[in-house]
């Protein structure tokens, strides 16, 4: 796009160059979705910056309006930068918007084809966030909470037997998350997530972000990779074992509660995808994981 005119959504260009303090010379629409959509910013400068728009979604849940995401984002991203974790810089917040450096690079799962190398970059980037950000210091609510607003808001739109079984043995089992919470990331999909020129990896997207079970995170990174492997289980056993190498001596953990972080994102990846054989597939695949870790220790039926 060359064109401001272009733009679909009304931007309010005074508002905007006001909050950043220097005039916009192009906007280009980067990626519109559901539940945000983001622009390029170039200035006359020719500084690139990206302004984020997030899409109110309180009706599942109050933690999930538009406000509240974007201050949620804006204040990972300044203390990231304050403790250099590499993510984009924080700029301005203003209403349900953000704007934010941006970050020239690929998407990881664009620049890199090995499985096992993409699980231990990201896992570098996130072993030094959970272990640098001090929850005592970080006003955020828990976002596990919104997760299971999300499935029963979703139970409710569908008549899936076998998502409504799954979510229903999770919730039984009397699994429960450590008490020794973190900050995390809670978005953890490769899309967000990118590799730069001289092999920096760069964490984006934290509008998900809280107070939660650092193997929250790990489960879905676990679950996006595995997913994405066709579901090789020796990738899945490399991963637990990288995960009790880099965390058993700062947060409780075993294979069981890892896999009940994998499962719990397959039920979410399955309720956003919808091409009907992913959907399928993730639920399966889920239901093995639970009838061997989960439903087994609680002898449910």
């Given at each position: 796009?060359?064109?401001?005119?272009?733009?679909?959504?009304?931007?309010?260009?005074?508002?905007?160059?006001?909050?950043?303090?220097?005039?916009?010379?192009?906007?280009?629409?980067?990626?519109?979705?559901?539940?945000?959509?983001?622009?390029?910013?170039?200035?006359?400068?020719?500084?690139?910056?990206?302004?984020?728009?997030?899409?109110?979604?309180?009706?599942?849940?109050?933690?999930?309006?538009?406000?509240?995401?974007?201050?949620?984002?804006?204040?990972?991203?300044?203390?990231?930068?304050?403790?250099?974790?590499?993510?984009?810089?924080?700029?301005?917040?203003?209403?349900?918007?953000?704007?934010?450096?941006?970050?020239?690079?690929?998407?990881?799962?664009?620049?890199?084809?090995?499985?096992?190398?993409?699980?231990?970059?990201?896992?570098?980037?996130?072993?030094?966030?959970?272990?640098?950000?001090?929850?005592?210091?970080?006003?955020?609510?828990?976002?596990?909470?919104?997760?299971?607003?999300?499935?029963?808001?979703?139970?409710?739109?569908?008549?899936?037997?076998?998502?409504?079984?799954?979510?229903?043995?999770?919730?039984?089992?009397?699994?429960?998350?450590?008490?020794?919470?973190?900050?995390?990331?809670?978005?953890?999909?490769?899309?967000?997530?990118?590799?730069?020129?001289?092999?920096?990896?760069?964490?984006?997207?934290?509008?998900?972000?809280?107070?939660?079970?650092?193997?929250?995170?790990?489960?879905?990174?676990?679950?996006?990779?595995?997913?994405?492997?066709?579901?090789?289980?020796?990738?899945?056993?490399?991963?637990?074992?990288?995960?009790?190498?880099?965390?058993?001596?700062?947060?409780?953990?075993?294979?069981?509660?890892?896999?009940?972080?994998?499962?719990?994102?397959?039920?979410?990846?399955a309720y956003n995808v919808p091409d009907k054989t992913r959907h399928k597939n993730l639920l399966?695949?889920?239901?093995?994981?639970?009838?061997?870790?989960?439903?087994?220790?609680?002898?449910?039926?």
């Open positions: 796009m060359n064109s401001k005119k272009q733009i679909k959504v009304k931007l309010n260009l005074k508002l905007i160059q006001a909050k950043i303090n220097s005039h916009i010379n192009n906007i280009q629409e980067i990626r519109a979705g559901n539940i945000n959509t983001k622009y390029l910013l170039v200035t006359e400068n020719n500084n690139k910056m990206v302004l984020k728009i997030y899409t109110d979604r309180s009706y599942i849940s109050p933690i999930f309006s538009g406000v509240n995401r974007a201050k949620r984002e804006f204040t990972i991203l300044k203390y990231c930068e304050r403790n250099d974790i590499l993510a984009p810089k924080p700029i301005a917040l203003f209403n349900n918007n953000v704007v934010m450096s941006f970050v020239e690079g690929k998407l990881i799962k664009e620049a890199i084809n090995v499985q096992s190398r993409i699980f231990n970059l990201i896992m570098q980037w996130l072993t030094l966030f959970h272990s640098s950000l001090c929850v005592d210091r970080v006003p955020l609510s828990k976002p596990i909470d919104g997760v299971f607003r999300t499935l029963r808001y979703a139970l409710a739109q569908s008549n899936d037997a076998i998502l409504s079984d799954l979510y229903s043995t999770l919730c039984k089992s009397s699994f429960c998350p450590s008490t020794q919470q973190k900050i995390t990331h809670g978005d953890v999909t490769l899309n967000n997530w990118i590799i730069s020129e001289d092999g920096k990896v760069y964490g984006l997207d934290f509008e998900f972000s809280g107070k939660n079970d650092v193997l929250f995170d790990i489960g879905m990174l676990i679950s996006s990779l595995w997913e994405r492997d066709n579901f090789n289980k020796h990738f899945y056993s490399h991963c637990c074992s990288e995960v009790f190498k880099k965390y058993e001596k700062f947060v409780p953990i075993n294979s069981r509660s890892i896999a009940f972080y994998v499962i719990l994102s397959m039920i979410l990846m399966l695949q889920a239901k093995e994981l639970l009838s061997k870790y989960i439903s087994n220790h609680d002898k449910i039926s």
